[in-house]
């Protein structure tokens, strides 16, 4: 599960972001309109960490911007929530005391934890006391930065100050005590298999994570999904339930309430939450929404 740059960035730890700079492909990344006689939402699947000088803006997502009354994230990005995300990783992300890390692995994988650290000059020292789903955030987030991404070039950092430039209104679809348990509540054995999952595709690079970002870039959907969904199987159905699929439920009664209303609406959620037939286009469509998009 390559990919999460910033707990702010679950989302994408399934599908994100190993990008090289290019110009985006004139089609951009895909958008989806949902509307009914007083209201329109656009949604946009998002890549949180990405590398800088990348460029994806196209005259589609400026303009759907634009008309926004509203622009809606996932979690508040500004100092006191990174403040807020510090303090629950320190208070959920770390074992009791006396327990390290690597005992709660299988030998062939305390293995390939200390040959990944290695590689990536991340110190087994800084590791052992983490709970398994922090060290396979650690361990994404040293990948990411050796290869030069930053979580200030994702897209919602951008468009956050492009939101406060144009004097938007901002919300949020959850808090950062709601983000964060999405990982700390999952089962011992359901951490585990993420970082094992983390370790193998960290490991073994097959290009399969350029091709996806290359396909969000280009908007193909379908070439996004299929890439995609044997990452999130390896992590297991339940960390599936509780990064992608029970989100995107609660996700989409939220939007629903937004459509009880009057105005338009900005979504920017991380890209593996619209695609499948559990993802937030999809879901809403089987709602008997109109959605318009790929």
């Not at 509540?185 to 290359?214: C, K």
């Amino acid at each position: 599960m390559r990919g999460p740059g910033t707990l702010l960035a679950i989302v994408c730890a399934l599908a994100l972001a190993m990008c090289a700079p290019r110009a985006a492909d004139p089609r951009g990344p895909a958008l989806w309109r949902v509307s009914d006689a007083d209201s329109e939402i656009w949604l946009m699947g998002t890549v949180h960490v990405l590398p800088p000088g990348l460029r994806w803006k196209t005259p589609a997502i400026e303009a759907a911007f634009a008309r926004a009354d509203t622009v809606w994230f996932e979690t508040p990005l500004d100092a006191a929530a990174s403040a807020r995300i510090a303090a629950l990783v320190a208070r959920d992300g770390a074992n009791p005391p006396g327990v390290r890390l690597s005992p709660q692995l299988a030998p062939e994988d305390r293995v390939r934890l200390s040959r990944v650290a290695g590689s990536l000059g991340v110190p087994m020292a800084s590791l052992e006391p983490s709970r398994p789903w922090l060290a396979a955030l650690q361990l994404s987030l040293a990948h990411l930065a050796r290869a030069g991404h930053s979580a200030d070039a994702g897209v919602e950092h951008v468009l956050e100050a492009d939101a406060e430039a144009q004097d938007k209104a901002r919300a949020y679809l959850e808090t950062a005590e709601q983000q964060m348990a999405v990982f700390s509540t999952l089962s011992q054995p359901a951490q585990v298999q993420f970082l094992r999952a983390t370790l193998r595709q960290i490991e073994e690079d097959d290009g399969a994570v350029a091709e996806m970002d290359r396909a969000w870039a280009d908007g193909d959907v379908a070439a996004f999904e299929r890439l995609a969904a044997p990452m999130l199987a390896e992590a297991g159905p339940e960390t599936a339930q509780a990064l992608i699929h029970g989100r995107n439920a609660r996700w989409a009664g939220q939007i629903e309430a937004m459509l009880e209303g009057e105005g338009r609406a900005f979504v920017a959620v991380g890209a593996a939450h619209m695609v499948g037939a559990q993802g937030l286009p999809a879901l809403l469509r089987a709602r008997g929404h109109a959605v318009e998009g790929p």
